[in-house]
Nanobody, 128 residues
Framework: QVQLGESGGGSVQAGGSLRLSCAAPEYTHSRKCMAWFRQAPGKPREGVASIDRLTGVTYYADSVKGRFTISQDNAKDALSLQMNSLKPEDTAIYYC?????????????????????WGPGTQVTVSS
C-alpha cells in the first residue's frame, strides 16, 4: 500500500512562510477527512487543520487560525498546508493523515485515534 508522503518542510525565520504538500494515494480519496497534525519534542501529536474530502469544509486549531490554510486539489491527489506568519512555537514535525472512516458528521477537532493512514512527517523549524 502506497504511503502518504509529505514535502515542503524546512527552516524559516519567524514571520516567514512555508507550504507543505502531501501526496494522497487513491485509497484516501473516499476517506471522510484528511488533516495535518504536528508534534513538537516532548509534546503529544496535535491536529492543526482538517478538511472534509467531500464538502471541502475546513477546521483549524485556535493556535493556527488566520495563519494556516489547508486545501486539497480537485482530483484529491494532493493535500496542502500554507503556513504564514510562522512563529517559533510552530516548530514541529508535521504529518498528513487520513481517517479510516469513509463517513461521519464532522472533521472538526481531529483526533489521532480516528486517523489510520499517516505519512512519515516533515520537519518545520522556525527560528526567532
Amino acid at each position: 500500500q502506497v504511503q502518504l508522503g509529505e514535502s515542503g518542510g524546512g527552516s524559516v525565520q519567524a514571520g516567514g512562510s512555508l507550504r507543505l504538500s502531501c501526496a494522497a494515494p487513491e485509497y484516501t480519496h473516499s476517506r471522510k477527512c484528511m488533516a495535518w497534525f504536528r508534534q513538537a519534542p516532548g509534546k503529544p501529536r496535535e491536529g492543526v487543520a482538517s478538511i472534509d474530502r467531500l464538502t471541502g469544509v475546513t477546521y483549524y486549531a485556535d493556535s493556527v487560525k488566520g495563519r494556516f490554510t489547508i486545501s486539497q486539489d480537485n482530483a484529491k491527489d494532493a493535500l496542502s498546508l500554507q503556513m504564514n506568519s510562522l512563529k517559533p512555537e510552530d516548530t514541529a514535525i508535521y504529518y498528513c493523515a487520513a481517517t479510516l472512516q469513509t463517513y461521519g458528521s464532522t472533521c472538526a477537532s481531529p483526533s489521532v485515534s480516528t486517523y489510520g493512514f499517516w505519512g512519515p512527517g516533515t520537519q518545520v523549524t522556525v527560528s526567532s
